[in-house]
Nanobody, 132 residues
Framework: QLQLVESGGGLVQPGGSLRVSCVASGITSEYYIIGWFRQAPGKEREGVSC????????YYTDSVKGRFTISRDNAKNTLYLQMNNLKPEDTAVYYCAADRREMGYYSGSYFCEKRYRYLDVWGQGTLVTVSS
């Protein structure tokens, strides 16, 4: 099995920056960490940024384009999300998720928009609050 642990959330003022991390442990060779998702109070979980398992290309939802950057360090089994120019509407619990490699190769947009609904490997989340 695979375990995911997010960290790096906190309280930040509008316009500020944070970097959240997702560290994987366990049978990492069988899984692919697909990206970042968030859930704001009273709203459904949404895909924020994902990485294609076929060519490593990145996908960002429109509301974070130009402000957020996803990256990974394979040697450390860690996924990052650098968040700049944060806005109050970015306030949410941020999660990372993983898919089994045997399930095939998908684009970042497919992971973030559809595939994540069928995954069962999630971290516990880290809370990001953007407020003055």
């Amino acid at each position: 099995q695979l375990q995911l642990v997010e960290s790096g959330g906190g309280l930040v003022q509008p316009g500020g920056s944070l970097r959240v991390s997702c560290v994987a442990s366990g049978i990492t060779s069988e899984y692919y960490i697909i990206g970042w998702f968030r859930q704001a109070p009273g709203k459904e979980r949404e895909g924020v940024s994902c990485i294609s398992s076929s060519d490593g290309s990145t996908y960002y939802t429109d509301s974070v384009k130009g402000r957020f950057t996803i990256s990974r360090d394979n040697a450390k089994n860690t996924l990052y999300l650098q968040m700049n120019n944060l806005k109050p509407e970015d306030t949410a619990v941020y999660y990372c998720a993983a898919d089994r490699r045997e399930m095939g190769y998908y684009s970042g947009s497919y992971f973030c928009e559809k595939r994540y609904r069928y995954l069962d490997v999630w971290g516990q989340g880290t809370l990001v609050t953007v407020s003055s």
